[in-house]
């Protein structure tokens, strides 16, 4: 579905990702882990199309990233960015309509049927009672996940999330996991930047590690979370927590 | 009040302002003999009056105050900047400093024109080249640029109107404060105002969009290169037309999107033609009242828009959260 071949990422002459070979299939649900600065935002920028990586080439179904029209693109290839300006006038309702902007080509629809979608998907994020509410006066845990809903009205067939749970309570990470987890399932290809391995053990089925100097590791969720590899990556002392079915870690 | 009273209400105004706009002037002429005038009849000296004199400074003041407004709401969006408005760009100082270039070598009407549009050509053109880079667009960078052309294009101004003989300086000075009493030919400012709404009004999906950032719209599908180099355009080219027409009128181009935005109308589905219809209303009637109130003496329509201007973004500053 979508494929790094080579891809080197620089910013400010520090190499982030050195020579990454990945292939994200559909069905399958990446997390992306590393510490503050170590190049998550700028591989899922440069996956998406955003950014030119320094060296190597993306493809998404084959086909280079910047050979596509962006609105075929649109169709296919869409990501939640960590920031985004709170300008945006109109209430939640519109905000997640938006989403369906590549497909309609209009900000403005009436269609009572992509209403109802989007109705649907508000009340997936829990946010069924703010529909009217103005987008801007939402608080950043619902104005996140206005965010994702939007991301889920534009359904593409490939997702990149950058800290998907950024100001987001326990409930509502876990939801918005599920949420996710549920997409891969339906044979989506989900790829996320996260801060929490405990909720990539309990939800993803492969990682990317972004160690220092360009050094990237990858592979399934099992070989990727361990004990070692975590110390190494965080740069702190890891302990194993029992009383899970998977194995996660806490700080010591 | 409900948004499709207001639309209507606004779009009302047009005819209205335009009414009151030919009504009033220096000379009183009662409505029965108006009415006979424009149909066609009454006495040749109304009709002279009308057709004339105050139609053509009617439709000439609208399309100047429609064009002011339709550049502010543009570069508000574009630039995401609430304050920015049509002079930012410092087209209107190009053309100033064209067009006092030609009045002080005594340059004819039609060669004064083509100086200010040269002028006004020439900012417009430096703007963009200095804030479009091949990665995309920076908006502080446009800001930035029109801020220096401005205060350049001021220093030039100031220098002109030092060396230009004291007869001179009296219609440099009206030139500078925005006066419409030169506008005869209203016609070629319609043309470009009929060009540039319709390309902004095909931008409005994508100038909403724009507002979630420029990374997401393009995420989006948005070609976010080409909405914001159109947007610019357009909004280049409507300043550039209603400079020429009427000079630096301030603040119709800063204020009626933000009235608009008060009343509740965000999208630029539909701020974009409001701003239109309101921005010309708003000239047309600041117009007229420039026209009538000190008669017979014409004052310059700028010092109306800038006396009711000022209190009113004051007040608007203040309600702003």
Sequence with gaps: MLTARGLSIAVADRTLVGDLELEVRRGECWAVLGRNGSGKSSLLLALAG????????????????????????????????????????????????????????????????????????????????????????????????????????????????????????LKHQLAVMQALARRAAGGRAVLMALHEPAMAARLCDHAVLLYDSGRVLHGRIAEMLTQDNLQLLYQCRLEPASQSDIQVFIPR | MNRRTLAWLILLSVPASLAIAVWHGSVDIPAARLFAALSGGGESIDREILWGLRAPRALAAFACGALLALAGTLLQALLRNPLADPFLLGISGGAAAGALTAMLVGAAL???????????????????????????????????????????????????????????????????????SGATDPLPAWVVLGIAAALAQSQA????????????????????????????????????????????????????????????????????????????????????VARSVPAPVDLPVGIVTALIGVPALLFLLTRAR
């Design chain 2, 110 to 180: 039609a060669v004064q024109h083509l100086f200010a549009f040269a002028g006004a050509a020439f900012a417009a053109a430096s703007v963009f080249a200095f804030s479009l880079r091949p990665s995309g667009w920076n908006a502080y960078r446009v800001i930035l640029a029109g801020v220096a052309l401005s205060a350049g294009f001021g220093a030039l101004v100031s220098l002109l109107l030092s060396l230009a003989p004291a007869a001179q300086v009296h219609g440099m000075l009206f030139w500078l404060m925005g006066d419409l």
């Design chain 1, 50 to 169: 955003l950014r030119r990586p320094s060296a190597g080439r993306i493809e998404l179904q084959e086909r280079a990233i910047g050979d596509w029209p962006r609105m075929e693109l649109a169709q296919r290839l869409g990501i939640v960015l960590q920031d985004e300006p709170a300008d945006y006038w109109g209430n939640a309702l519109d905000y997640v309509m938006l989403g369906r902007y590549p497909r309609s080509r209009t900000a403005y629809s009436e269609d009572p049927v992509l209403r109802e979608q989007a109705l649907a998907l508000l009340e997936e994020v829990d946010l069924a009672a703010h529909g009217t509410q103005a987008y801007r006066t939402l608080s950043g845990g619902e104005r996140q996940r206005a965010r994702l809903a939007q991301a889920f009205m534009q359904d593409p067939e490939c997702l990149l999330l950058d800290e998907p749970l950024q100001h987001l309570d």
């Design chain 2, 205 to 288: 999906a994508p100038l909403d969009l724009l507002a979630l950032g420029e990374d997401k719209a393009r995420s989006l599908g948005v070609a976010v290169v080409a909405v914001q180099s159109i947007t610019f355009g357009c909004a280049a080219l409507a300043t550039m037309a209603a400079v020429l027409l009427g000079g630096s009128i301030g603040f119709v181009g800063l204020v009626t999107p933000h009235m608009l935005r008060l009343m509740g109308v965000h999208d630029h589905r539909t701020l974009l033609p409001l701003s239109v219809a309101a921005g010309g209303s708003l000239l047309a009637l600041a117009d007229a």
